[in-house]
């Protein structure tokens, strides 16, 4: 048992563990954000576009509850036992989800941009004199010094 204790302890103290507990820590703060940007910032004056609709209280009763519906909001209907299909929270979720993953599209792209792309592979033939690897547009190779021009 010592054996693995003594495993699970290195594994822990390796340096990717830990930046994987950090991001992951980071990323639930930010989600935390996300969802309030989705939920107080964008998602009311979209409902209002749409015709006054909050999208937090849009749900579809499947079967009642204690006190028989209709019920004015999902609060409602929760608290009388109601089984509901909750689609306007999906479709906060949903937007979240498209919120976050633009964010990290465009973080790993700057990222990206930040490093330099490797160098595309030069083009190569081989000297017919001595078998070496040259460019192609080599006019006399530079291992034997051959002429390489076609006439």
Same mark, same amino acid.
């Given at each position: 048992?010592?054996?693995?204790?003594? +495993? @699970?302890?290195?594994? *822990?103290?390796?340096?990717?563990?830990?930046?994987?507990?950090?991001?992951?820590? %980071?990323?639930?703060? @930010?989600?935390?954000?996300?969802?309030?940007?989705?939920?107080?910032?964008?998602?009311?004056?979209?409902?209002?576009?749409?015709?006054?609709?909050?999208?937090?209280?849009? $749900?579809?009763?499947?079967?009642?509850?204690?006190?028989?519906?209709? $019920?004015?909001? *999902?609060?409602?209907?929760?608290?009388?036992?109601?089984?509901?299909?909750?689609?306007?929270? @999906? %479709?906060?979720?949903? =937007?979240? @989800? #498209? #919120?976050?993953?633009?964010?990290?599209?465009?973080?790993?792209?700057? #990222?990206?941009?930040? $490093?330099?792309?490797?160098?595309?592979?030069?083009?190569?033939?081989?000297?017919?004199?001595?078998?070496?690897?040259?460019?192609?547009?080599?006019?006399?190779?530079?291992?034997?010094?051959? +002429? *390489?021009? =076609?006439?």
């Amino acid at each position: 048992m010592t054996g693995f204790v003594q +495993d @699970f302890k290195t594994f *822990l103290q390796r340096g990717n563990v830990i930046d994987l507990a950090v991001a992951f820590v %980071i990323g639930a703060a @930010f989600s935390t954000v996300v969802n309030s940007l989705v939920t107080n910032i964008l998602m009311p004056p979209l409902g209002l576009l749409l015709g006054k609709v909050d999208f937090s209280n849009l $749900y579809l009763t499947l079967h009642a509850g204690s006190v028989p519906g209709p $019920y004015p909001t *999902l609060a409602a209907a929760q608290k009388a036992g109601a089984v509901t299909l909750n689609y306007g929270l @999906f %479709i906060n979720a949903v =937007v979240g @989800f #498209i #919120i976050i993953a633009l964010f990290i599209f465009s973080l790993v792209r700057l #990222i990206n941009r930040l $490093y330099p792309q490797p160098a595309a592979p030069v083009a190569s033939k081989d000297c017919p004199f001595c078998a070496s690897s040259i460019p192609l547009a080599a006019l006399r190779c530079p291992h034997c010094t051959s +002429d *390489l021009r =076609v006439e």
